[in-house]
């Protein structure tokens, strides 16, 4: 396991990895991808246990889905300097003939990726899916999965909420990113999401919170307490209460980096922010 | 003409749920889901065999698609079932995105298709689904003629590797298909062969061909019937072959010609050797009430309605 120091340094470089792929391409999806970074880089090389190398079906390891797609860059960061596929290819991300499309698939093989996503809402449902042929398989590594909380406003997301409360689906731990905020503006302007939390209980989960999400101490110790409440009869849910943009100061506060690229000056000052840790791509 | 005897009618829907039984005893790896429709489907047997392997979703089939893909992720092969009409347009982007695209291999098996739903309606009778489904990369399209070939189907698209859409339907119809008949994806079979016109039918309308090819043959005019089963991959080969022969093409299917398998014939006319066709098809319409023979009969789909457009078809030669 490493420290974490290490681990902070990885945060900080995926957050330069983030904002350098957006960049590039004039695209993506930065503000998310920089709110929920702690949680990646968490997930992927403190908590599950991950199999060396890929295969789709996963069996003898924890399995994750990203339901919220368009927060890609994050995705295919962690996963690269995890070493599912080379550092370099993130230097393809929205290009022509890439691995890395805008919103990750299976399409073309990516190592890492399990189901296509972006078109929002389906992706508890596949997590429901995968764990319960864990089940079946006699297999008992977890799956997690990460939705954004805008996304809870898909009513998909209600009949899996429905479905894994009702079928003990226990080896599910589904992680709610509360960043408060959707392309439009604020979620409780846009559609009033209301108590999460609340909501996921009366629906018969086990739900606790991490209340910052983008300290990384807070989100592994939470992963952590999520994992000890497996097992007993309810899929897990972590409300997790994150800052969009987080990392860079101008990007925080609003909604206005979900979907948009810094120009040259801004990623200046964004990378000045985030020092280089673990080397650039 | 070669001789079709009805073994006793039956529904295709029960065809799909002898396939699962004998899937249930025989595939370890098959697990059915079903959105609050077990009767419907004729699933009780696998269901009361192998109850470990069957998820009740309740009415909430977007979760169920979602679900069958992720099933696949652990080697799984998931029988989705629900109506067609709530196992395609109702989730359509829910197949696109985590079935389709992601290249799953979910069976999505549908029953109640086209208008021999019959009383429930127009809501329930879905006749655009072959072709949303057919425009899906990567998907299969299948669409059985009677309980043999639908409990053969069922059996034969576990051993596929991908994502199917298998259709059937509601009504007990003739069952007129060999019983042990080796079911081939993507291959036509000639039911009758004939010199002066091609029917090519899927689904209910193959039995009606028959029957039209019969009433034609004592007019003096001999019909060649090809029974596509599988309209996506289409047996293209078959078609250009009967249609180089007989000159002229009649297509045939419970579906709205836009969209469905008559299209997908004229294209492979239209690319390689173009042929009058004639369709027989609803016309851009939803269906309504009334009894399956009903229906039929007033949207022009029965056996009647074939040998009309045959007699037309001829013309244009």
Redesign the interface.
Known sequence: MPNTQELQDLVTQVRRDILRMVHKVNSGHPGGSLGCTEFFVALYNEIMDLKEGFD????GED?F?LSNGHISPVFYSVLARRGYFPIDELNTFRLLDSRLQGHP???EGLPGV??????L??????????????K??G?DHLVYSLHGDGELQE??NW??I??AAG?KVDNLIATVDRNGQQIDGSTEDVLPLGDVAEKFKVFGWDVMEIENGNDLEQVIAGLKEAKTRTGKGKPVCIVMTTEMGNGVDFMMHTHAWHGKAPNDEQLATALAQNPETLGDY | MTKYTDQGKQDTRSGYGAGMTELGRTNPNVVALCADLIGSLKIETFIEENPERFFQVGIAEANMMGMAAGLTIGGKIPFASTFANFATGRVYDQIRQSIAYSGKNVKICASHAGLTLGEDGATHQILEDIGLMKMLPGMTVINPCDFNQTKAATIAIAEHDGPVYLRFGRPKVANFTPVDQKFEIGKALMLNEGTDVTIIATGHLVWESLLAAESLEKQGISAEVINIHTIKPLDDAAILASAKKTGCVVTAEEHNFLGGLGESVSRVLGTHLPTPQEFVATQDTFGESGTPDQLMEKYGLNNKAIEAAVLRVLKRK
């Open positions: 789709m079906d996963g069996i399995l889905f698939t299976t399409h399990r189901v296509a996503s972006g078109s809402g389906q992706g508890m449902s596949v997590a429901i899916g995968a764990a319960l042929a864990k079946l398989n297999d009513g998909q009949e899996a429905m479905y079928n």
